[in-house]
């Protein structure tokens, strides 16, 4: 099983940039990708971006963050960065790191169902 840790939330000021870490830790070697949701105060959880590393590399955004937001990874550490520019008082959530159980080899999920495993959450407020 994945274990996965996030990092970077934290209060900012709209217009500015934060920065999230997802640190994946145990059988990293099951899983081809990983992704980020979140969940806005009294709204459901959202799709943000997800990222596919391997043979088939790729990468997709919601159309709310295309442009501000971008995913990445460092596969020396099985870290994935979710480095948010520009950000909006809209963009205040709880952002989750997530993984499929599974390597995915389909255009990548936007939906919370194709990954199980989620991380604890990690709190980003943006301020008008």
């Known amino acids: 099983q994945v274990q996965l840790v996030e990092s970077g939330g934290g209060l900012v000021q709209a217009g500015g940039s934060l920065r999230l870490s997802c640190a994946a830790s145990?059988?990293?070697?099951?899983?081809?990708?990983t992704g980020w949701f979140r969940q806005p105060p009294r709204k459901e959880r959202e799709f943000v971006a997800a990222i596919r590393w391997g043979l088939s590399s790729s990468t997709d955004y919601a159309d709310s963050v295309k442009g501000r937001f971008t995913i990445s990874r460092d596969n020396a550490n099985n870290t994935v960065y979710l480095q948010m520019n520009s950000l909006k008082p809209e963009d205040t959530a709880v952002y989750y790191c997530?993984?499929?159980?599974?390597?995915?080899?389909?255009?990548?999920?936007?939906?919370?169902?194709?990954?199980?495993?989620w991380g604890q959450g990690t709190q980003v407020t943006v301020s008008s």
């Open positions: 997530v993984a499929p159980s599974a390597p995915l080899f389909r255009p990548l999920p936007t939906y919370a169902a194709a990954y199980s495993i």
């Open positions: 145990g059988r990293t070697f099951s899983s081809n990708a």
